[in-house]
C-alpha cells in the first residue's frame, strides 16, 4: 500500500520568504507520480506540480519547486518569494500503477503568510 | 464544459434519506475518482473509475455507498439511508492519463440533519 504523510499541520510563513513543506512517502514501486495541491478558503483544489519518479531534475512552476529525493523518499514543496494569496491548505499526494493508479493524499499542510 | 461540474453544490438532508451527487467529468478523460473530505480533514479516496475496467472500490466506507459511470463520462454517487457522519464535501476528479494532473470539481456540500 502507498502512504504520504505530511508531519506539519499548520506552518507561518513572513511575506515575501520562502518556505518548505514537507512530504514523505512509501510505496513499492518503481514507478509512481508525486502531486502538490493548493486548497484556499473557496475548497476548490489547484494543481501546483508534478514530479514522475524517473524526472532527473526537480520540478519548477513558477514561484513552486519541488524538492525530490528519490533515496529519502521525499517531495517537498518549495514556495519562494511568498504571498498572501498563498495562504491555504496544501497537499501532497502520489498516485501509482501498483496502487491501481488510485490518487493518495496526505494529511495536508495550513500554511499562513502574515504581512 | 471546461471542468468537472458537480451537482447539487449544496445539498441538504435529514437522516435517513437517500442522496445522489452527480459528477460531469472533462470530455475524453477516461479517469474518474470520487474523495470525500471532512471538515478541517484531507482527501478521504472512495471510488475510483478507468476506462471500461471494473471500478476501484476499495475505499466506500459502507455498503450503504455506491456509484456507477454511465457511458464511460457522468459519475453518480449515491448514498443511502444517510448518516450524519455522511455530512462532509464530497469531490470528483477526472484525468486523462496515468501520470496527469486530476482536474477537479467544485464538491458538493452534504450536510445530513
Known amino acids: 500500500a502507498q502512504k504520504i504523510t505530511q508531519t506539519q499541520p499548520g506552518m507561518f510563513v513572513q511575506e515575501k520568504e520562502a518556505v518548505t513543506l514537507d512530504c514523505t512517502y512509501d510505496t513499492s514501486d518503481p514507478s509512481y507520480g508525486l502531486f502538490w495541491y493548493k486548497q484556499p478558503s473557496s475548497g476548490e483544489m489547484i494543481f501546483l506540480i508534478y514530479q514522475g519518479s524517473y524526472d532527473q531534475q526537480n520540478a519548477t512552476e513558477g514561484r513552486y519547486s519541488l524538492n525530490f529525493q528519490k533515496a529519502r523518499k521525499s517531495a517537498n514543496l518549495v514556495i519562494s518569494a511568498s504571498q498572501l494569496g498563498d495562504s491555504a491548505m496544501y497537499f501532497c499526494a502520489m498516485s501509482s500503477p501498483r496502487a491501481g493508479n488510485m490518487l493518495t493524499f496526505g494529511g495536508g499542510t495550513r500554511l499562513m503568510v502574515k504581512p | 464544459g471546461a471542468g468537472v461540474s458537480q451537482s447539487p453544490s449544496n445539498k441538504v438532508t435529514e437522516k435517513g434519506k437517500d442522496v445522489e451527487l452527480r459528477c460531469d467529468p472533462i470530455?475524453?478523460?477516461?479517469?474518474l475518482y470520487w474523495y470525500r473530505q471532512s471538515l478541517g480533514q484531507g482527501l478521504e479516496f472512495l471510488i475510483y473509475?478507468?476506462?471500461?475496467?471494473?471500478?476501484?472500490k476499495s475505499g466506500l466506507p459502507s455498503d450503504r455507498f455506491s456509484a456507477e459511470r454511465t457511458g464511460g463520462s457522468v459519475s453518480t454517487l449515491t448514498i443511502q439511508r444517510t448518516q450524519q457522519e455522511d455530512s462532509a464535501v464530497y469531490l470528483c476528479a477526472s484525468r486523462e492519463g496515468v501520470n496527469e494532473k486530476l482536474f477537479f470539481g467544485s464538491g458538493t456540500q452534504l450536510s445530513v440533519l
Open positions: 470530455s475524453g478523460h477516461t479517469a
Open positions: 473509475f478507468q476506462g471500461n475496467s471494473a471500478p476501484d
